[in-house]
């Protein structure tokens, strides 16, 4: 498998619900991010977990970082119609450059 | 707040021309990015610059490719004869200090479809 890969590919929920969505990685690392893309849009930085840190939170998002198990977890609760886009996560690797998956497609219901 | 800028948002050029995205990276920042993402897929890394110097490529990243920081401001990506398989959306990056916990700033992005 390859470094960050997302599951599920794909997500739809009815607005209100949370969503949940997990990202796994194969090396160390110095940080993990969380971008969201709007079709055809560019990537919005959406929050940055350090690798010594196990939880963050910015108002609706909540990032979990395990690295026993190489894995993060983005959750997005309340969601609305407006959160509908892609959301990838991406290792820094200490290199600077970051290393992305292959992304979650939420689609919200109102 | 300050943002990456991209020009054009979208260009079409015939297989085999030159072609120069443009990049106005945030002003402070110090270390540059060029990643693409062909329709459908993740985004790729391209290349890193710093300090005028390329700071790590890609397999991607051939001799086709250039980038070039002509001025204070300006951070451009050259393909300089492209191939079909260039078509696909192109991001700048910038970020302040690299190696460090600072988060990358994307610009929107340029849609290169190559004809």
Redesign the interface.
Same mark, same amino acid.
């Given at each position: 498998s390859q470094q960050?890969e997302e599951d599920p590919q794909a997500l739809s929920i009815q607005e209100g619900e949370n969503a949940t969505m997990n990202c796994s990685y194969k090396t160390s690392i110095?940080?993990l991010?969380w971008?969201r893309q709007n079709s055809?849009? *560019?990537?919005?930085?959406l929050i940055?977990i350090?690798s010594n840190e196990r939880e963050k939170h910015s108002g609706r998002l909540r990032v979990t970082l395990d690295t026993s198990k190489k894995s993060s977890s983005l959750l997005i609760t309340a969601s609305r119609a407006a959160d509908t886009a892609s959301y990838?996560c991406?290792t820094d690797l200490?290199?600077?450059?970051?290393?992305? *998956?292959? *992304?979650t497609e939420l689609s919200v219901k109102p | 707040e300050p943002e990456v800028t991209q020009t054009p948002s979208h260009q079409v050029t015939q297989m085999g021309q030159e072609v120069i995205l443009r990049c106005v990276p945030i002003s402070n920042h110090l270390y540059f990015y060029w990643y693409r993402q062909i329709l459908g897929q993740k985004v790729e890394f391209l290349v890193s610059f710093y300090n005028n110097e390329i700071s790590e490529k890609s397999e991607i990243f051939d001799d086709q490719f250039s980038v070039e920081r002509p001025d204070g401001s300006n951070f451009t990506l050259k393909i300089r004869s492209t191939k079909l398989e260039d078509s696909a959306m192109y991001f700048c990056a910038s970020v302040g200090v690299a190696h460090s916990n600072q988060p990358q700033h994307f610009g929107d992005g340029t849609r290169l479809s190559i004809l």
């Open positions: 960050g110095n940080n991010q971008y055809g849009r *560019g990537l919005v930085h940055l350090r990838f991406a200490w290199g600077g450059k970051l290393i992305f *998956g292959q *992304g | -």
